[in-house]
């Protein structure tokens, strides 16, 4: 899953905004420009994904939203 957080304080924001990347590949990256998650976080985050089923559409919705995430943040990096 991905979970955009803004600011520290937008947690509430966040919950409602979370891509569904199971059905995308796993992805490696240098933990510098992200944070570990919490347990607690975690937990919560999980409950908000709707039940695992293979969907075209969602697939193909999850690897473009994976795509351009890892797009941005090579970017961001100044790759």
Known sequence: MLVNFIQQDEYE?????????????D???STNCFR???DTEYITFCGQLP??????K???TAKKTLRHFIQDLW?????
């Not at 924001?13 to 590949?25: F, G, M, W």
């Not at 970017?75 to 790759?79: A, D, K, R, S």
């Open 13 to 25: 924001k966040a919950v409602k905004n979370i891509d569904d990347l199971r059905y995308t590949s």
């Open 27 to 29: 992805l490696l990256w």
């Open 36 to 38: 570990p998650v919490f």
């Open 51 to 56: 039940e695992f089923e293979f969907d075209d």
């Open 58 to 60: 969602k697939i193909l």
């Open 75 to 79: 970017l961001f990096n100044g790759n």
